[in-house]
């Protein structure tokens, strides 16, 4: 089966869909950004899962590359799929840990049945990752993933980050 991968500029707490990737902090408990968005609009409920996995498996936090999956809470979307992101460095490249995001995401879908998974460009807000790169690495993630998921869903904010990733399927 070939995953269908799209693109659709907008919120991405706003999209129907099984799962809906998160960009979060390896705190688990909220951020800025997609992950602030995601906990408000969502609502308590994910924050309570996400202090349960730091209380139990995460103590540490969430590694960078790694994914855990939570509730969707009131969000139009059965889970939320938490994971970590790699701050860009000119000195070292994490371009692997990058990858690994959405690899491991699609695996946690793979493991909750989900069929559609929206997915926000990681990594390129306050983790700094130039958006070109960050589109390259998703797509070609997604791609090779070997996944079961029937849709990937970019939501990209702005027409910047929009065309960044039409670029890469074009």
């Known amino acids: ?24 902090n390896s705190s688990l408990l909220g951020g800025s950004g997609v992950d602030g968005a995601i906990h408000r609009r969502g609502g308590p409920a994910i924050l309570r899962e996400c202090r349960a996995l730091r209380a139990s498996r995460y103590g540490r936090g969430l590694p ?8 969707a809470g009131e969000l139009d979307a059965r889970w939320v799929i938490h994971t970590v992101g790699p701050v860009w460095s000119a000195d070292e490249d994490r371009s692997e840990l990058l990858a690994s995001c959405h690899r491991e995401s699609l ?27 960050a589109a390259r690495i998703a797509v070609t993630a997604v791609r090779e993933s070997g996944t079961r998921v029937e849709e990937v869903r970019f939501v990209l904010f702005d027409e910047r980050a929009y065309a960044a990733f039409a670029a890469r399927l074009g």
Do not use: H, K
């Open 1 to 24: 089966m070939t995953t269908a991968i799209t693109l659709v500029q907008g919120d991405i707490t706003r999209q129907r869909v099984d799962a809906i990737v998160n960009a979060a």
């Open 64 to 71: 960078t590359g790694r994914a855990v999956a939570t509730t």
């Open 107 to 133: 695996r946690i879908a793979d493991e909750l049945g989900a069929r559609t998974v929206a997915f926000p460009a990681i990594s390129t807000g306050v983790y700094r990752w130039p958006l070109q790169d």
